[in-house]
C-alpha cells in the first residue's frame, strides 16, 4: 500500500484534531467510553485519508510501546464502527476515518488507485433506486457497498 496520501494540499493536522473532538463530544453525548486505546485507534487511522489496515494499526500501537495484541485492535475498530466515526472498505479490508461521524448514514467511497485516498460520498439517490429496483423483485437490500474506483485530483496527469 502506498503512503503518498500524506501529501496531501490541505492542512491534515486540522483533519485529525476536528475529528478527535468530534469523537470526544460525541461519545460523551451518548455515554460510550472513548478511552485512551480507542482514542489512539483513531488518531492513527486518522493518520491519512486512505484507508488502513488492523495489522497496520497494530504494528502502530506497537510503535507506542503498547503491548497490544490483535483483539485490542479489532475491539477499538469495533467501537469506532459502532459509533460511527470509523467505516470499513470493503474491498480492501481496511478502515478509514469519517469526516461526518454525528449523522447516520452508509458510507459510499471514491477509492484512488494511485495514492491510495479514500473520499466519502453520499449516495442517498443510488442507494433509493436500488432499494426501488430490487423491491420490484421482491428481494430486500440488507447492505449495500458501492465503491468507485479510479485516480483523484491530484493523481490525474496535469495534461488531462
Ligand atoms: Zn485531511
Ligand atoms: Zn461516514
Ligand atoms: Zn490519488
Redesign the pocket.
Known sequence: MTKAAAATPHDHAHCIASALAQADTLCEQRGARLTKNRRRVLELVWQSHAPVGAYELLERLREDGLSAAPPTVYRALEFLMSQ?LV?RIETRNAFVG????QHE?E?QYLLCEACGDAV?IDVGGVRRRIEALAAQHGFTVTAQTIEARGLCRRCQPADA
Do not use: F, L, N
Open positions: 460511527g467505516h469519517c469526516p461526518q461521524p448514514h458510507a466519502e
